[in-house]
């Protein structure tokens, strides 16, 4: 292959949802030419979006008809000061690969998603969350610096003190301010690979909010597992999960010899697409009754792996979903606690009314605003929901809860989005008109957009 070039393959592509796909031309990379040979090209040749292993679940890595570049190649980690935590790595390197690095000499990514394979430049352009965001903030929070290639091909390095409105654009921007070559974040030191966890059964949702609310001065991860089918007294029943790193005199065994070392396990494999979706409503309804039952209140040891990352013990889950695949529909509700109550409450009633129960629903508490212009996080709970594409039932719920969420004043996560529409979404993000005029500035023909960017007017239908 010449140095230059980039390989090219035309492909249906999704994200991990599996709802919508589309046909992309994919773009492989060899190196950094074949990158600005890319961005030499007229804008005629077609816009472009970068993307990572694939975990956003609607279109925002996605580029109908036009290039979709695949940037996982530049996965280098380049430095690590143990004495500062401050590590430089390209953008990608999967957090599954800093764990495997880091974790042994005592360092964990300062927050993360329910999956570890996720890139760091997907983690900065979506400005991830965690269970520690009412302590710790989102990953943007602890990006120091980013190395960006924008459109007219240049490198620029970006942070709070140089370029300081692409820095912000960057974080939570989907990709839309050009390809994140590296970054320098800061790690956390912890003292090993496992969590105290508390867990607490709540008879509702109100119950649960009380839980974190109760609990944020003494616990530094939160988050509640909610069934999304009762209704009346008991909808929103939840378990909370509250934890914090374990030190190494409150392990045992094996855990206190090698307390940075996550304990091996055989993972398991969807391997093939299910000709239909297993989680129907009596299914999710059997599931919700069991687990409810099943955990009851108590104090326990768990690895990183079960705490952060329970369900990539299961390659290819979504295949669960059946060929139509899902939509994760992700809602945040601001203060005060009594209109996040009334809204989340509407959001459950209606789910439940529908009949579509959600097999996998998660509320958490946030903490302060993400430091990005579109980042979703900021103070007040947000609730998350895996709901099966069942066509226009689907869109009829997802349209009611959009409607409910802003006439609670909230606002849905980019990252999961799939559905949305632009009015909703301009509503939603009172800054886009900043966003747009940064990208005019850095990216004035327009050269990096997606197919969620497109729908949602956050730039122009070409």
Request: with cysteine; net charge neutral; charged share 20%.
């Amino acid at each position: 292959m010449h140095a230059h070039k980039a390989e090219t393959a035309v492909r249906p592509l999704s994200g991990w949802g599996r709802c919508p796909v589309e046909s992309c031309r994919l773009v492989r990379p060899a190196n950094m030419g074949a990158l600005r040979e890319m961005l030499s090209q007229p804008a005629d040749d077609g816009e472009m979006i970068p993307r990572g292993l694939g975990r956003s679940y609607g279109d925002a890595a996605l580029n109908h008809d036009r290039r979709v570049i695949l940037a996982t190649d530049f996965d280098r980690m380049l430095s690590f000061d143990p004495a500062m935590g401050i590590l430089h790595a390209e953008a990608g390197v999967s957090l599954a690969d800093l764990m495997a690095h880091l974790l042994p000499r005592g360092y964990f990514v300062p927050t993360t998603p329910g999956t570890k394979y996720i890139t760091l430049g997907g983690a900065i352009a979506a400005d991830v969350h965690g269970k520690n965001h009412h302590r710790d903030g989102s990953f943007g929070d602890h990006v120091q610096s980013i190395e960006l290639l924008t459109a007219d091909g240049s490198v620029r390095w970006c942070s709070p003190y140089e370029h300081a409105d692409l820095f912000q654009a960057t974080i939570g921007g989907m990709g839309l301010t050009g390809i994140i070559l590296s970054a320098k974040l800061t790690m956390t030191r912890v003292p090993s690979a496992y969590c105290q966890v508390n867990y607490r059964r709540t008879a509702n949702l109100t119950e649960a909010m009380d839980g974190f609310d109760q609990s944020d001065a003494d616990y530094r991860y939160s988050v509640a597992w909610v069934d999304t089918l009762t209704t009346g007294e008991s909808l929103g029943r939840s378990v909370v999960m509250l934890g914090n790193d374990a030190t190494v005199e409150m392990l045992s065994g094996k855990q206190r010899e090698h307390p940075h070392r996550l304990p091996r396990r055989r993972d398991k494999s969807v391997p093939f697409d299910l000709p239909f979706n297993v989680f129907g409503r009596w299914t999710v309804a059997a599931f919700n009754r069991v687990f409810y039952a099943t955990h009851p209140d108590k104090e326990t040891i768990v690895d990183y792996d079960r705490f952060f990352y329970p369900l990539d013990a299961v390659a290819h889950w979504n295949r669960l979903y059946g060929k139509r695949g899902f939509v994760q529909y992700q809602v945040l509700m601001p203060p005060p606690r009594e209109q996040a109550v009334a809204g989340l409450t509407q959001i459950l009633e209606a789910v439940a009314a529908s009949g579509m129960g959600s097999f996998l629903t998660v509320l958490k508490k946030c903490g302060s605003a993400g430091p990005g212009l579109l980042s979703f996080m900021s103070p007040g709970y947000t609730l998350t929901m895996d709901l099966p594409d069942t066509g226009e039932k689907l869109r009829r719920l997802t349209a009611t809860l959009d409607r409910i969420t802003l006439d609670h004043g909230g606002r849905l996560y980019l990252a999961k989005d799939a559905l949305m529409q632009a009015d909703t979404f301009a509503i939603m993000y009172p800054n886009l008109p900043r966003f747009r005029q940064i990208k005019q500035q850095y990216d004035p023909e327009g050269r990096f957009s997606s197919s969620q960017a497109r729908r949602l007017g956050i730039v122009e239908t070409s």
